[in-house]
């Protein structure tokens, strides 16, 4: 789609919009005429393989439906694979055998909190309800491993709840639902973009044009198909974060000179396939920035792993100041904020931790401080008198920061607010280590209108029939601010109840 010149899909798209409050004439309804023959029929049809669309798929499957992933890219998984590998689970064994005292209610306080109340309570308190058992789900069905004694309190969280899978990355999940899904006799079709979504008189959705042998991100490759969703359409697309001409319709200042975590294929169309047949979105213009990652390498990367360890166990200071700047467990947005000011004023944001932060990291993440340090996105002194220097930090103003956080090791008191770990040591041991910090575009809170089963809301008010969505796709789980690890958690939840309903539906043929 260009936004120089507006096109007929352009146009319907800002009708739709502007039409809320409206009558939508029926001709709004349909954005491809029904094909006189389908190229292929099948019960549930999914658009992304990412957490959502997997378990979507398998949900699915399992009850007997015939299933067809789409994914446009040549690989699957999606920004899933490259997830931290964190899922935010109230209540969970883990939790239990700390002893750490947690609840669905806890979390959605924490979810709204966050939120600035914009999240949609019923979502939010259905997404904290589900947890713990689709965890358990992903444990017994797919097979997914999780570390049997780390537990990461994420900014924003009440109390320590995200676990990690085994590898410290989303991949552990994907994988595992690949396989089960394979086991079932599905894959999802790889290079098989999703053009438009085609639905009948009546309005109900009754299949996608698609182009096969797609190469991205040529919009003109592939060859046109036909494939009829007898029972529906589930959109599992993902977010917009590497599409920059997009994302600034929402937010100007997202230009491109901001990188993004996100892997190169989280751009637009599938937006702009549901918008154009009225599909409601809400809350796009609610797009997070990651606080820690690192402007020594480009993408999500692994930089980002060492200063979120460290918003934990170590100290972020203003390397101009030596002083510590915000609280480091805040939620992402106030911790971006801060950043980002900083940067704006050409001072560097630096996460510095010590030898006993660096045998903490490597319990949960083995290996990952030495490729680190290989990739140059941490640097390893032997004193921190050595690392002011390197950085030209005043040593003294250095030194009484971290005196101050040994402080309140010691009285369980932090004097910027930071909840004190119950695993927290002092920072007194070289070597010391260091990661500079640069925010990236990494997450889109708003998305489609949805109720509790998955099912998409068109803009003047009613349910589009055969049209479901999940994960990051979605709107109103979040509002304003995501906090980390629940992300994990909305895309399955939501996933599975996505299959389950459609494959539920009668068909329409």
């Known amino acids: 789609m260009s936004f120089t010149k507006l096109s007929r899909r352009g146009f319907v798209q800002i009708l739709a919009a502007a039409s809320a409050a409206s009558s939508i004439p029926s001709w709004l309804s349909a954005s ?26 398998y949900e699915a499957k399992k009850v007997g439906a015939s299933v067809v992933i789409l994914e446009k890219m040549r690989v699957a998984g999606g920004n899933s694979a490259i997830n931290g590998g964190i899922l935010a689970v109230p209540g969970s064994p883990l939790q239990k055998k700390l002893g750490i005292k947690d609840s669905p209610k806890l979390m959605m306080q924490d979810m709204i909190k966050a939120g600035n109340a914009m999240n949609h309570p019923e979502k939010v308190r259905a997404l904290c309800n589900a947890a713990l058992a689709t965890y358990q789900w992903t444990v017994d069905e797919l ?105 600034q319709i929402y937010d100007p200042k997202l230009t491109s000179k901001f990188d993004t975590t ?15 047949i009225g599909a409601h979105v809400i809350q796009a213009d609610q797009i997070q920035i990651l606080p820690q990652t690192s402007p020594d390498e480009k993408g999500f990367g692994i930089g980002f792993a060492w200063s979120g360890h460290v918003s934990m166990f170590g100290v972020w200071v203003d390397g101009t100041t030596g002083k510590r700047f915000v609280n480091e467990l805040a939620n992402r947005k106030v911790r971006s904020l801060a950043i980002l000011e900083r940067l704006n004023q050409g001072h560097e944001c630096l996460a510095i931790g010590d030898a006993g932060t660096a045998a903490s990291f490597a319990e949960i993440r083995p290996g990952m401080l030495k490729r680190q340090l290989e990739r140059g996105v941490v640097f390893e002194f032997k004193t921190l008198d050595e690392l002011a220097a390197k950085f030209r930090i005043p040593a003294d103003a250095l030194k009484q920061t971290i005196a101050e956080m040994n402080k309140s090791v010691e009285t369980g008191k932090d ?20 990661a500079r910090m640069s925010p990236k575009i990494h997450h889109c809170m708003g998305g489609l209108y949805t109720n509790e089963k998955a099912q998409v809301y068109h803009v003047d008010g009613h349910l589009i029939e055969g049209l479901y969505a999940a994960g990051e796709a979605t709107g109103g789980v979040h509002g304003a601010v995501r906090l980390g690890s629940c992300g994990t958690a909305d895309a399955l939840i939501n996933g599975r109840i996505a299959g389950q309903q459609a494959a539920a539906q009668k068909p329409w043929s």
């Open 32 to 57: 491809t005429k029904i094909p006189a023959r389908w190229d292929e029929s099948v019960d549930v049809v999914i658009v992304g393989s990412g957490f959502a669309g997997l378990a979507a798929a």
């Open 143 to 247: 097979g997914v491993q999780y570390q049997d004694k780390n537990i990461k309190q994420e900014g924003g969280h009440t109390v320590p709840r995200s676990l990690f899978t085994i590898n410290g990355s989303g991949s552990e999940i994907v994988n595992k639902e690949l396989a089960a899904l394979a086991r079932l006799g599905v894959k999802p079709r790889l290079r098989t973009i999703m053009d438009e979504i085609i639905v009948n008189d009546a309005g109900r959705v009754v299949g996608v044009k698609v182009r096969e042998g797609y190469r991205f991100p040529d919009k003109n490759s592939g060859k046109v198909k036909y494939i009829a969703a007898r029972r529906g359409l589930v959109l599992c697309y993902g977010g917009f974060s590497a599409d920059a001409q997009f994302r």
């Open 262 to 276: 996100n892997q190169p294929g989280a751009t637009s169309e599938g937006w702009r396939a549901a918008m154009s």
């Open 415 to 434: 004097p910027v607010g930071r909840p004190v770990n119950a695993k927290a040591r002092k920072l007194e041991t070289g070597p010391w280590y260091v």
